[in-house]
Every structure is written in structure tokens, then in C-alpha cells.
């Protein structure tokens, strides 16, 4: 019914015309947050688990896997299938602490 | 364009927020019963919640030319209290008769405990007993993935659910295939910072397709845009989507969801270009 499923109807030229300032900002807003962490005035003995998996998806961009998006909500995800005995926290933080 | 805003929590915003979204095409609202950021301290405080989604929010909604369809339940947030759930779930048949009462929801998982799933399951039966739709909302962030897998594996346990009478909501991109390939409806909701921005609404439109998906605000009283759907629109327009690719989404989606309630309904002037997919009035 839609031909259009699967792709963007942009060409890769037309999608930098139109989306690569906004997303050279994003990578910006990126880099900032880091040197801001690196400027914090306390500095953990060793990096909070949320500072790893930012890390760990960072990697993910670098790479040419065609699923980017995915595999990065995966790494911030809880793997696991079996439900909490009990409630520690009502809000969820981001992602999964793995021990 | 007309569009129907699947989810949103019109108590928690202003009248203003009614005006900017009629002004932007929005015809009609869906309103799941919802967590107020605190945790209520009796059942008879979740009646008067009750009250307002059924008898206060639609003539609210009324005044800007907008259908209010609400839904019943005790929201995830506070289902791990399973004394107050059951509380809560006793007082919930007397509203499932009132006219703009469409289904169960939203109902599920917040952090993925013991407690909530019992409430969910409780919340389950009670749909499938009076014939209910079914809307459930998926977990934040880390606890998504598991939180949603949980609720598609409990959901199949259950041999008299009906997938097509079933949508379960806040899909993201490591969730949406698992919903979609178990034969339930999805919803992606647009948040600025939590959830699904416009452009990777759009993205997910591109890569499943666009049956069984509907985009809605989910707008509540943390930081949310009530005109998000449009802004979705608008996105799908400026990588060359087509109008009718669009309406698809946004209007013709949800109304065929809704329309399985029985009691969807769609001003005649709107319902023209629908088909068949609603109740005309």
C-alpha cells in the first residue's frame, strides 16, 4: 500500500542538507558533556555504571552496524527476564547497573 | 491535517493546551488513566480521578471541537501496592458503561516487580471478563526492554486475548518488532527527552511500516509537547512522505483501534474521508 516502507525517500545528499547542522550540534552537546564530566570537581575512584554504558554506545557509533539505534537501547537495557522480588525505587535511571 | 491524539493526559494540562491542539488539527483525544506524580492515598481518591476523566475532561475537551475517550485502571506506578489495587480495581466496573470509557488502560509494568505483575494479570482478567480494549504502557528507559518482553509473554499465557483488541504502548526501537510479529497494535509517544523524538517516530515508520503503529503525544504533567503528533506530521512531510501515508498514522490508525470499542465515534464531516474504519455518527 505505501511503497515508500524500508527507506528514506531522501537521497543521502539531501538528508545531509537538511539534518547535518542540527545533528553536528547533537555530536557537540556530546562532547561538552564529557569535558564537563572530566571538570566535575569530585571525581569517582571509578566511573558510575551510567558513564560506562555512555561509553560502551559511544563505541556503537564508530562502528558500520546498520542497526545502531537498537544496539545502543540494548546496552543501556536490563537484559534480564525475571521480575524484581520488590519494588527498591519507584523511577528507572537510564540504564542497567550490571554487577 | 486531522489527527487523533491516541494518548494524552489532558488532566494535567491547560485549556490553553486544548486550543493549540484543535488549532493544529486534532479532533480527538484518547486519555489513559495515569500516575499524578504522587501515589494517591486511598481507592476513593482514584473514584474521584474517575469522575473527572468521565464526566469533567470531555466537556472540558468539548468546548475546542475535541472527542474525549478515556480508560480505567491503577496505573503502574502504583501497582506494586497490591491492597490498593484491588481496592482500585473493585471500584472500576461502574465506569466501564460510561460512554466515553473505551477499554482497560493504561495498565503494566513500571519497574518490572512480583506485585506489578499480579496487578497487571488482575487488570487482564478484568478486561477480558467485561470485553474490554486493552491499553498498556511499557516501562522507562533500562527496565523497556525486559518490562515489555514480561508483558508479550504474560499477554500470550492468556488463550482468550485478542491481539487486535490489544496495543501496547511507548515503543521504541528494541520493542517495536517483538509487539508488532505477536499480532498486538503499538504506539510510539513523542517526549522531548525520555521516550521517541519525531524524527525517530518517523525512522520506525520507515523501517516496520505503518500498519498496527500509532503516534501519539502521551503529553502529562512533566515535560511533554501537546502539539507533538503535528510536529510528527511535519517531519514525515519534510522527508517526502506522503499525505496519505500520514493520515494513515495519525488518524486512521487509532480510529480503527478505538473503533473496536463500540463506542468511537467521529463527527460526520471527519468520518466522510474515514471509510470504514469508524463508527459514523
Not at chain 2, 501497582?79 to 493504561?106: Q, Y
Not at chain 2, 502539539?227 to 490508525?253: D, K, T
Request: aromatic fraction near 10%; hydrophobic fraction near 40%; proline fraction near 5%.
Amino acid at each position: 500500500m505505501f511503497p515508500e516502507y524500508a527507506t528514506c525517500p531522501l537521497t543521502e545528499q539531501k538528508l545531509l542538507d537538511e539534518y547535518f547542522i542540527e545533528n553536528r550540534t547533537r555530536l557537540l552537546e556530546i562532547a561538552a558533556f564529557l569535558d564537563r564530566l572530566d571538570r566535575a570537581q569530585e571525581q569517582s575512584s571509578s566511573p558510575d555504571f551510567r558513564t560506562r554504558a555512555f561509553l560502551q554506545a559511544l563505541e556503537v557509533l564508530f562502528s558500520s552496524a546498520e542497526n545502531r539505534t537498537e544496539q545502543i537501547q540494548m546496552i543501556f537495557s536490563d537484559p534480564t527476564l525475571e521480575p524484581l522480588e520488590a519494588l527498591n525505587q519507584k523511577s528507572a535511571r537510564g540504564a542497567y547497573q550490571r554487577v | 491535517m486531522e489527527y487523533i491524539d491516541m494518548h494524552a493526559h489532558m488532566v494535567s494540562r491547560t485549556t490553553d493546551d486544548y486550543y493549540q491542539m484543535a488549532l493544529t488539527g486534532c479532533v480527538a483525544v484518547s486519555e489513559p488513566a495515569f500516575w499524578a506524580g504522587w501515589d494517591r492515598s486511598s481507592a476513593d481518591g482514584f473514584a474521584d480521578y474517575f469522575r473527572q476523566l468521565t464526566e469533567f475532561e470531555p466537556n472540558r475537551a468539548r468546548q475546542y471541537g475535541i472527542r474525549h475517550y478515556t480508560w480505567m485502571c491503577l496505573n503502574p506506578k502504583e501497582a506494586d501496592n497490591r491492597e490498593m489495587a484491588r481496592a482500585v480495581l473493585a471500584r472500576i466496573p461502574k465506569f466501564l458503561t460510561h460512554p466515553n470509557v473505551v477499554g482497560i488502560g493504561e495498565i503494566g509494568l513500571n519497574r518490572n516487580t512480583r506485585n506489578e505483575l499480579e496487578t497487571f494479570k488482575d487488570h487482564v482478567e478484568l478486561a477480558v471478563e467485561h470485553e474490554q480494549l486493552i491499553l498498556i504502557h511499557t516501562p522507562h528507559l533500562e527496565d523497556k526492554y525486559k518490562g515489555t518482553r514480561l508483558t508479550v509473554e504474560t499477554l500470550q499465557s492468556y488463550e482468550r486475548i485478542k491481539p487486535h483488541r490489544v496495543l501496547i504502548d511507548h515503543a521504541e526501537e528494541h520493542t517495536v518488532k517483538m509487539i508488532l510479529d505477536a499480532g498486538f497494535w503499538t504506539g510510539i509517544t513523542l517526549y522531548p527527552n525520555t521516550k521517541v523524538s519525531a524524527q525517530r517516530a518517523a525512522d520506525i515508520i520507515e523501517m516496520h511500516g505503518a500498519e498496527r503503529i500509532c503516534v501519539a503525544s502521551a503529553c502529562d504533567w512533566g515535560p511533554s509537547v501537546p502539539v507533538a503528533v503535528p510536529q510528527f506530521a511535519l517531519e514525515m512531510r519534510r522527508r517526502g512522505h506522503s499525505e496519505e501515508l500520514i493520515r494513515h498514522v495519525i488518524f486512521e490508525n487509532p480510529a480503527e483501534f478505538l473503533g473496536q470499542s463500540g463506542k468511537f465515534e467521529l463527527a460526520p464531516k471527519q468520518s466522510k474521508t474515514l471509510g470504514t474504519a469508524a463508527t459514523v455518527n
